[in-house]
């Protein structure tokens, strides 16, 4: 059985201009049976669909906020570093990915572009804009290995199907979150306080979107292994 080769999108550092990448997103798809590569940052349309149609399927990390002018707001001054880069060479792989139906988990700040890619909006930031400055459990302390909250799964959702579980258990590093979400997408879970934590796409093979990091948690937690090797799964079924 051949291997899937799954395109992971690079981390940027600010501070030293470099592009790096956390070895829990490489370890994860390595451990569940795929061949992970870390992808450029590049603005190059044409080279970057040219990339997505050598990979299997995709991962797109976490990571700083995404630019608010995509959603058609203006950047407010509780909103994070942002990065046009990844902005830019990351809408256009989403693009592609959908144009070929390749399969796509994208987490964090990959869930929030997701959303706002396909037209729906952002909370610059969840204390603020949602709980009138009131502390939320979406920003834990380490370790990141261990859950902080439970989300709740809606029924007949691609994560029900997958998991079999109504309720599972996540850890949370986000400032910001899903406001509005898009028309092309449906939600998968949602948080006690109501942030939508899971949303995917019907009409394609395999388009999933979660707000927490499962890479940092599958193993130690069944369940979040079982959706990570559903996306092998579906790759090796391709």
């Not at 690079?10 to 030293?16: H, K, P």
């Not at 002018?69 to 959908?98: P, S």
């Not at 610059?124 to 989300?151: A, F």
Request: proline share 4%.
């Amino acid at each position: 059985m051949t291997k899937p080769i799954i395109g992971v999108t690079a981390l940027f550092d600010d501070d030293r201009d470099s592009i790096w990448m956390l070895p829990s997103y490489l370890n994860v798809i390595t451990d569940l049976g795929g061949i992970p590569v870390i992808l450029p940052i590049i603005d190059n349309e044409n080279d970057i669909r040219r990339i997505v149609s050598k990979f299997d399927g995709f991962v797109i990390t976490g990571g700083q906020d995404v630019n608010p002018a995509i959603y058609n707001e203006k950047r407010a001054e509780y909103c994070g570093n942002i990065n046009n880069g990844r902005d830019t060479t990351e809408q256009i792989l989403i693009d592609e990915v959908l144009n070929l139906d390749k399969p796509l988990l994208a987490i964090c700040r990959g869930f929030q572009l997701l959303n706002v890619y396909l037209g729906g909006t952002l909370y610059q930031d969840i204390k603020i804009e949602k709980n009138n400055n009131i502390e939320s459990v979406h920003k834990q302390d380490k370790p990141y290995y261990v859950p902080s909250h439970k989300v709740k799964i809606k029924e007949n959702s691609l994560l029900f199907n997958i998991t079999g579980k109504e309720e599972i258990l996540v850890n949370s590093m986000h400032h910001q979150a899903i406001k509005n979400l898009s028309t092309h997408l449906k939600v998968a879970a949602i948080s006690e306080d109501e942030i939508i934590e899971s949303a995917y796409m019907d009409n394609k093979k395999f388009v999933l979107g979660v707000q927490w990091h499962p890479e940092l948690l599958y193993k130690n937690y069944e369940e979040q292994k079982i959706f990570l090797k559903n996306l092998c799964k579906t790759l090796y079924k391709a």
